[in-house]
């Protein structure tokens, strides 16, 4: 056995020296063969450089330099094998496997670059061909830029993800995608490149384009609900302002189609901003407005007052309301005369109207006011009423301050000008009240409106002066009402006051034919100039309480007085103060309030005369003192104001939650 083993060793000796000779050998042919094939590309032999190029790489699959090699053939534009994409395929392995250059194969493909060059450059070999890689890579993008081929753009996609400028490429895809859908130019092609390609830079043209058709596309249908769905499904296109404009008009002409309140209604809640709303509030308003003429009924008429409370159809509703709702209130509380021309009962729909009170202007117009609990405040304020002298409407004002306010009597002066006396609110606490005055031009507006302090205010004389003289009483610190007076400018600015000794309070003012001025208190008379300095002034006996006065056309004055609490007086005196008359007026019983006094036709006086459970009114003789005429007034009014107009119709007003006014055609029932 120790005799073979030298034999052995040496045997395998010759078999490894035998195989790296061929190894050798083999390597030296293929680098050989690889060198030629450059020689050949040097001669632009593309088509043997190439089969050289390939038999080596089916050698070695991972060879450098064969690999470089196709790389150029593919990049040459002369080459008939010219393709920037295998090029790049090649390109990507040479950088692989540069590292496994060999220096022969380095050596020769220096000599490939030394005899190719137009221009020699001092640059180690593998730098050169860094330096051709890279130039091949910056062919191929720029060839992908030019050639605007999808095809072409996609396959670079797929085979090469790691290619440096492949976010480039995305780019250049996605661009000539979006030309390949611009050109098509279809609502669905844009649909679908926005859902393909998020990111593309042309998704904002894709939406503007997208947007566009679908516009035009809804325009074409033109219904509601197709603009409906265009503003919902793109509400940030740049056609949704003009969407929202014809959508308005479609569904105006939908509801003019319709031609009924309902629709009218529905457009205008749906489409608040729409141009086309004063046009159907216009058409809406006639319609409510002739279905309310013709069923006449409280819900019609308040509807349309709600929705159209201003304008000539407002006016002509309101008053066809006052007139049905005041005739009714007659038929149910039927006044004992024939003499009725007509009643208007005033409101507004959710507020409640507390008081009444009533004058007349020079021109025969009626003014009516009313303390009114506003539903949306809780609060209340001052609603004035103008009216023709057949008791329709003319217009209808609010007035008030911060807080509560309140109005007790109206008067006019020889402008007509408006003025109503009250009270006002300064604050939430009702020891806050303050008397209150204000002044409304003929047309409503506001032109004052002052507090007067603690000062209650029972009577109210615009003198032909331009002043204003008001009459009430103060309470003192004993708690006794002192007569008081205050005279004001045509401003409201307060030109002096009084406040009188005598205890009680100022029941009326009145001015006599010569300007002097007639005061009249409880127990107390006078007449002043219009400084308020006396001209005569007398008490009345201790037993006897004026409860009304009025002056006469030819300047006498007349009173009621209750006497001993028992006994109601008749009295008439002459302008000097001078007793003419005086007469028991003999009653079932000594009413517990007496208002009105009013001057009338033929020596005639109408007071009302208020008892526990009913009114009357009476017509009182001035030339003996007697009543000539009474009438009982119906349980369910009660008269709070009254008087006569230009004509001597006599009016009445009270208020039973709505204003009521009255006129009765003559002096008498």
Known sequence: MNYHMPVLKRTLHICQVAFWMFICLTTGLYGQNVKKGYKLLEKLDYEKSREVFLDALNENSQDPAA???????????????????????????????????????????????????????????????????????????????????????????????????YDNVIHIRNQLEFRKYEKLNQLDGYLEFIRKFPDAAQVDKAIKYRNRLAFEKVCQVNTVEAYRDFIKTYPEASEINQAIKNLNAV???????????????????????????????????QLLYEYAKKIQTLEAYNEFIRKYPEGQQYIDIFNLKALDNGMRFMNQHPLPTNNVQWARSFDEEGNQELSACLTVDTLNNYLAGSTVLKSDTGSTDVWIIKMTQDG?????????????????????????EILGAGYTWLGTDSASIEAWLFKLGPDGQKIWSKTLGRMHIRTILPARSGETFLGGYLVDDSLRRKYSLIVLNESGKRLWSRTYTGTGEILQIAEFPDQHILMVGNHWRAKTDARGYLVWESSTA???????????PRGEIAYLAVRNNQKLIFSKTSQDNKVILEKEITLPEIPIAVSGMLKSASNQLIVTFSFGQYQTINWINTASGT????????????????????????????????????????SSF
């Open 251 to 285: 569904a105006f002409e939908r509801a003019k189609q319709k031609n009924t309140i309902a629709a009218f209604d529905q457009f205008i809640s749906d489409y608040p901003d729409a141009l086309e709303i004063s046009e159907a509030r216009v058409i809406q308003k």
């Open 392 to 416: 329709k409407m003319i217009w209808n004002k609010y007035i008030g301050e911060g807080f509560n306010d309140q109005v007790d009597m109206l008067a006019v002066n020889r402008e007509n």
């Open 627 to 666: 009543i000539s005429a009474s009438a009982k007034i119906p349980e369910g009014f009660l008269i709070e104001g009254m008087v006569t107009d230009r004509k001597n119709n006599l009016l009445f007003t009270g208020c039973n939650g709505e204003v009521l006014v009255i006129r009765n055609n003559g």
């Open 542 to 552: 201790i037993t006897d309480s004026i409860v009304s006065a009025q002056l006469l």
């Open 67 to 165: 690999l470089f090699g196709l790389a150029l053939i593919y990049a040459d534009e002369k080459s008939p094998y010219y393709d920037l994409i295998q090029s790049w395929e090649h390109t990507r392995n040479v950088k692989q496997y540069l590292d496994k250059l060999t220096p022969e194969e380095t050596e020769f493909i220096g000599e490939y670059f030394y005899n190719t060059e137009v221009r020699h450059i001092s640059r180690p070999v593998r730098k050169k061909i860094e330096y051709a890689l890279e130039t091949i890579e910056a062919k191929l993008i720029k060839y992908i830029r030019e050639e605007n081929n999808l095809e072409i753009v996609y396959e670079v996609i797929e085979k090469f993800p790691d290619f440096r400028h």
